[in-house]
C-alpha cells in the first residue's frame, strides 16, 4: 500500500498549490480520502474529506473557500487545490485513506512565506 503526496513546496500569499495523492495497493474507489495538515507545535487537524463516489466533501471552516478537494477513481488519485494561500497554512500536508484500513502518506511540506 502506498500513498504518494506532492505538489507542495513554497509559495507566496496569496498565491496557488495543487497537491495530488497518488494511491497504490488498495482498492481505491471504496475508500474515503482526506487530506490532514500538521503545522509545527500543533496536533494534526483534517482540512478536507471527500466520499468514495466523490460526491460528498467536507472542508474545515478555515480552508472554506479556497480549497478544493476532487477525485478520479480511474487514476486512483486525489487531488486539493489551494487558492488564497496565507502563512497559517504553513504545515505538511498527509493523504489519508479510511475505509476498513487506515492508511497515511508521508506528507508533503506547504510552506505559505513572503
Known amino acids: 500500500v502506498q500513498l504518494v503526496e506532492s505538489g507542495g513546496g513554497l509559495v507566496q500569499p496569496g498565491g496557488s498549490l495543487r497537491l495530488s495523492c497518488a494511491a497504490s495497493?488498495?482498492?481505491?474507489?471504496?475508500?474515503?480520502m482526506s487530506w490532514y495538515r500538521q503545522a509545527p507545535g500543533k496536533e494534526r487537524e483534517l482540512v478536507a474529506a471527500i466520499g468514495s463516489a466523490g460526491g460528498d466533501t467536507n472542508y474545515a471552516d478555515s480552508v472554506k473557500g479556497r480549497f478544493t478537494l476532487s477525485r478520479d477513481n480511474a487514476k486512483n488519485t486525489v487531488f486539493l487545490q489551494m487558492n488564497s494561500l496565507k502563512p497559517e497554512d504553513t504545515a505538511v500536508y498527509y493523504c489519508?485513506?479510511?475505509?476498513?484500513?487506515?492508511?497515511w502518506g508521508k506528507g508533503t511540506l506547504v510552506t505559505v512565506s513572503s
Open positions: 489519508n485513506a479510511r475505509w476498513t484500513r487506515d492508511y
Open positions: 495497493g488498495f482498492t481505491f474507489r471504496n475508500y474515503v
